[in-house]
C-alpha cells in the first residue's frame, strides 16, 4: 500500500519538476491564482483556437477513412489496388509523419513554430483542394495513375500533418498553460467523433440489401469529405493567423509598459537526449500508449455484433455496427481528454502513476478476443459489453492517458525548454502510432 501512495504521489526529488504549480490552478479559469508574469493569463478566445487547432490536425486523416468507399470502388477493377490501398496508404503515411516530426523535433534553432503552423494548413488545403476536384477530373484515369496520385497527396497531407504536429504542440507548450494543450487534444478527440458517427449514419441509410454505395453516391461522398477537410483548415488558418497577431500586440504592449523592456523569454535548444532524459517516463508514457491504442482498429473492423441476423435491427449489420463501434471508441477517447480538464482528475504531473496506467492498458487485447471476432462467436455474448466496457474505456483511457503525458510535459523542464519539450513530446506520440501501426499488421494476420 505504501508503493502505490509512492506511484500517486507529488513527484519527489528523483524526479523534480523544474517550476511548482501554485496553489488554486485550474479553480478559476479567467482569474487563475497562479498567473505569473511569464505565463500570459487564461484566454477563452486563445482555448477555442487551439482547439480548432486540434480539430484541423486531425481532420485530414479522418477523412481518407471516411472516404474508403470511393477508393474502394475506384480501384476495384484492380485486385492488387483493391486488396493493397489501405495498406499502402497507412504506410506511406506513418512513414512521412515520423520522419517529419523527427526532423522537425532536432531543427530547433531559429525555429519559427507559428511559419511552421501555417505551412502545414496550406499545405492541407492545396492537398484536399485537389483530392476534391480529382474525383471529378480524373474519373476516367487509369487505376495505376490515380493511385499514384493518390500516394502523392497522402504523402503531402501526412507531411502537413507532421509539420503541424510538431509546431502546434511547441508553440502550445511556450504559453506555461495547460489548459490550451488540453484543448488541442479535445478538438483532435472531436475530429474523431464527428467522422464516425458520420460513417455509422451512412451505414443505416444504404439499402435494406446493400451495403455498397452508388458509385455516383461514392464520388460525391467523396467530394464532400475532401472539400470539408479543405473548409477547416482555411477556418483553422484563419482562427491562427488572428491568434498570431493578438499575441504580437500582446508582446508589444507588454514591453512599452516595461521600465526595463525586457526580452519575452528565449527559447533554448536541447538536444532529444536531453529531453528524454527530463521527461522520460511521461515520454515512454504517451509513446506506449499510442504503441497499444493502434491495436484497436485492427479488432474494430473485424468484431460483429451478435445480434447481426436477418431479423434484427439495421444497426447491427456491419455497414452501420463497425462504424458505431468506432464512434463508441472516439466518444470514450473524448470523455477522457475533457477530463483533465480538472486538475483534480489530473494524472499529469505524477509520470509514475501515467507509467503504471500505460503498462496496464495491455489487458484489452485479450478483452477484444472475447467478443465476436470475424463472426466466429463471442466467448462474452453481450454487444454492451464490447461497445462500453471493451470500446468505451479503452477509448476512455487512450484519451486520459495521452492528455495528461502532453500537458505535464512543460512541467518538468525550464522555461526557455518549453517548446523544444513540446515538439519532442509530439515525436514519441507519432513514434507510437508508428510503432503500433507495423504492431497491427501482425495482429491482422493472426
Known sequence: MDRIRRWIAPPTA???????????????LDTPLGASQSNPSFSRPVYWVFFILGVSMLWAWNMFLAAAPFFHQRFQSDEWATTHYQSSILTVSTITNLASVFILAKLQESASYPKRIIVSLMINIVVFTLLAFSTLLLKDASVSIYFGFVMVMVFGASMATGINQNGV???????????????IM????????????????????????GDKQTPEASWKSAFGCFMTATGVSCLTLVSFVWLTKQQSLHVID?????????????????????????????????????????????????????????????LFRAAAFIPLAFFFWNAGDLLGRTLVINPRYSLAHRPWALFTLAICRVGF?????????????????????????????????NGYLSSCCMMGAGYFVSAEEREPAGGFMSLMLVAGLATGSLLSFLASGA
Open 14 to 28: 528523483e524526479y523534480e519538476p523544474i517550476h511548482e504549480e501554485p496553489a488554486g490552478y485550474g479553480e478559476d
Open 169 to 183: 504542440f511547441a508553440y502550445v507548450s511556450g504559453f506555461g498553460r495547460e489548459e490550451y494543450t488540453q484543448a
Open 186 to 209: 479535445s478538438g483532435q478527440g472531436v475530429a474523431g467523433v464527428l467522422p464516425s458517427l458520420a460513417q455509422m449514419l451512412s451505414g443505416l441509410a444504404l439499402p435494406e440489401h
Open 254 to 314: 507588454d514591453q512599452s509598459q516595461s521600465s526595463s523592456a525586457d526580452d519575452p523569454t528565449p527559447t533554448k535548444t536541447a538536444s532529444l537526449w536531453t529531453l528524454f532524459s527530463k521527461l522520460r517516463l511521461s515520454a515512454i508514457s504517451i509513446y506506449l500508449c499510442f504503441t497499444i491504442t493502434m491495436i484497436f482498429p485492427v479488432y474494430t473492423s473485424q468484431i460483429e455484433s451478435v445480434n447481426n441476423n436477418s431479423t434484427t435491427s439495421r
Open 365 to 397: 487485447i485479450p478483452l477484444y478476443l472475447l467478443c465476436n471476432v470475424g463472426g466466429r462467436g463471442a466467448i462474452v455474448s453481450s454487444d454492451f459489453f464490447y461497445l462500453f466496457i471493451v470500446q468505451g474505456l479503452f477509448g476512455i483511457t
